[in-house]
């Protein structure tokens, strides 16, 4: 309290100072100043000015080009801050001043308004110099109340209403206010009354596409009172010369619903403001938080066409969608696959980001513009996602420069290459990556999937359709990966897991389930298919490199009492681990240490079963006799908590 006195006290001085100073000065000269002032703001002010860049983008720059939206934000900023500078010149407002600088378009709407004798609403939004404005509105004749929210500063507060005293403009507090203004209104007189800025209380309706809370204050009583409601815009045209643009009477519709009434004339008279933003964008403030109140969300998923990372990534999106649905958010989830022009072009751009502040890229993303596919870069320039999601170290930089476009939230699922974690808003990464020990890192024992008792039943389903498998027998379901650069499955180890599978399905009276993956060699193909073929318990063989079927994966662990895997693939263990059915994993030599740990980890943990090929026919027969609990993963339940603190 005490730091807002002083700060309160010491404005209201460098008020009067600086307000002396400008009315001494030629108007032309104040108004420049106050243009060179916006590009002082334009340049220093660097998260209001990425706020801005944002929304404009959003509202009216959708096929416009980074640099010409950068250069409609400068516009703004100097708009604004010869707006500024109108403040101070208030007590110079006079007939001479008027009728100099002032231009008042569609003056008789306000006069055929009052004529009805029902007082007149003139409604407006917060564009150009709303205050000067407001002096104009008090100068022209007839009764004009101000219905204004006090300021936190109460000396800065009066200061600026005693000027508008001045100027012949009455002032009504919202705070208690509402019975002046009736008052106003049944003897015939103007108040001026924002529509845009509802805040928490505010109605939510369409604004550039998307919800955005607008205050209910002026339609409500034009609807109760019937009083003419006249839309008032301010257009600057240069320097001091400014334009009033004063629309015809907004029709009110009457339908004897209320809550209907309500919405429908306040989605009309959005959308008649959201059109003059669109033809002088530069007027608006875009400073603040427009969307903040906002129902809708939208979630970008980036991919680099790797399934396993995109199931990772539509696994972090349901996990956004369902906590934003939990707050009465509806999320839009749009997948968009990034590809870059060469791998010369990926290093580059992630080169160049390490050299990018938190809002250096808005309007200089050449580096994006130089890496990437021309319909790829085309593409994510329209976009305007709220919430980026991206897996694998490739999209990474791709994933800060939008997110830094758009002020987005950045998820970024491993780790980001070269790139700092502290550059996103959540990196979620797994213990076998050893991940550093920071407030915005997640760390997960396997990968994270979409698989859980919902899903499993769905994609058996499907399963059960295709292929006419009996639900009520006992399967043995069986994931084979396939070779990498480094490793490889030998003919002779594929040989014995086929063996030992065949054994056990025997002794526990169990058919198979098997499929194979997209990175399976053609050798083990033809190996696991000569096996396989002709045996009466193989009840489904899916070679993906052939006739894949797309709910396989999660067809055969829904239906599979004990699953059965290869150990080179993460995502696939950590898909079968979270079916809750107990896993067998292989052991093969020649993993790499990411691998070897990962395995190793859950193996400890009591997630898997790992054993060696000879024994794995014993392994399977225990699994299947072991009526204990299975240790699902809880990776998703972290994210979760995670997500909750970001959004």
Not at 260 to 288: A, H, M, V
Not at 317 to 334: C, P
Not at 503 to 512: L, P, R, Y
Not at 576 to 597: D, E, T
């Amino acid at each position: 309290m005490k730091s807002n006195f002083l700060i309160d006290y010491l404005a209201c001085i460098l008020f009067r100072i600086l307000g002396a100073t400008f009315r001494f000065l030629p108007v032309g000269w104040s108004l420049c100043l106050g243009r060179r002032a916006g590009d002082c703001f334009y340049y220093f002010d660097f998260k209001h000015k990425a706020r801005s860049y944002a929304n404009i983008k959003f509202a009216v720059g959708k096929e416009l080009p980074p640099a010409k939206i950068a250069k409609l934000t400068k516009e703004f900023y100097q708009s604004f801050g010869q707006s500024l500078i109108e403040i101070f010149l208030i007590p110079k407002v006079d007939k001479a001043y008027m009728d100099k600088y002032i231009h008042i378009e569609g003056l008789e709407n306000i006069y055929n308004g009052l004529k009805k004798g029902k007082g007149v609403i003139l409604i407006a939004i917060h564009a150009g110099s709303w205050e000067l404005a407001n002096i104009i509105c008090a100068n022209l004749g007839f009764p004009f109340y101000l219905f204004i929210k006090d300021q936190d500063f109460p000396r800065l507060n009066e200061l600026l209403n005693k000027y508008r005293r001045q100027k012949g403009c009455k002032i009504i507090a919202k705070e208690g206010g509402l019975k002046q203004l009736i008052e106003a209104l049944k003897n015939n007189s103007a108040v001026g009354i924002t529509l845009d800025q509802g805040g928490k209380t505010g109605e939510l309706v369409d604004f550039f596409g998307r919800s955005a809370s607008m205050s209910t204050g002026g339609i409500k009583l034009a609807l109760k009172y019937g009083c003419p409601v006249v839309p008032v815009y301010f257009k600057r045209t240069r320097g001091p010369n400014v334009q009033v643009l004063v629309g015809k009477e907004l029709e009110l519709t009457k339908t004897g619903n209320s809550d209907t009434d309500l919405k429908d004339n306040l989605r009309r008279f959005t959308k008649y403001f959201e059109e003059l933003i669109r033809k002088y964008p530069k007027e608006y403030l875009w400073t603040y938080k427009i969307w903040k109140y906002s129902d809708q969300r939208n979630i970008l998923i980036l991919s680099d066409g790797k399934a396993g990372h995109s199931r990772q990534s539509e696994a972090v999106a349901e996990i956004v969608v369902e906590r934003l649905k939990n707050k009465g958010i509806q999320a839009k989830v749009n997948f968009m696959e990034v590809r870059f022009k060469n791998k010369l072009g990926k290093t580059i751009l992630s080169l160049s980001s390490l050299f990018t502040g938190k809002y250096h890229c808005q309007g200089r993303l050449w580096c994006l513009k130089k890496s990437l596919n021309e319909d790829t870069y085309k593409m994510l320039m329209r976009l305007s996602p709220d919430i980026i999601i991206s897996s694998g170290s490739g999209l990474a930089a791709v994933n800060l420069a939008i997110a830094r476009e758009s002020l987005s939230k950045s998820i970024q699922i491993m780790r980001p290459s070269i790139l700092s974690v502290k550059r996103f808003d959540l990196v979620i990464m797994p213990r076998h990556d050893h991940p550093p020990q920071r407030k915005n890192i997640v760390v997960t024992a396997g990968s994270l999937n979409l698989v859980e008792e919902q899903y499993l039943k769905q994609e058996s389903g499907k399963l059960i359709q295709r292929v006419n498998l009996n639900p009520q027998a006992g399967y043995v379901g069986v994931l084979i990966g396939g070779d990498s650069k480094r490793f490889v499955l030998e003919h002779d180890l594929i040989r014995k897991v086929i063996a030992e599978l065949k054994k056990a399905a025997e002794k526990i009276n169990a058919d198979i389930l098997l499929t194979t993956s997209r990175r399976t060699s053609a050798e083990t193909e033809d190996l696991i298919k000569q096996e396989l073929k002709d045996y009466p318990r193989c009840k489904l063989m899916v070679i993906a490199n052939e006739k894949n079927i797309p709910e396989a994966v999660g067809g055969i662990l829904g239906l599979s009492k004990v699953i059965v895997s290869s150990p080179e693939s993460i995502s696939m263990i950590s898909e079968a681990v979270n079916s809750a059915k107990p896993v067998v994993v292989f052991r093969v030599g020649g993993l790499n240490r990411k691998h070897r740990v990962f395995v190793e980890n859950l193996s400890r943990s009591q997630h898997i079963i790992l054993s060696a090929v000879d024994s794995l026919g014993q392994r399977i027969e225990e699994a299947w006799q072991d009526k204990a609990a299975v240790n699902v993963l809880s990776d998703n339940d972290l994210v979760a908590k995670a997500v909750e603190k970001i959004l």
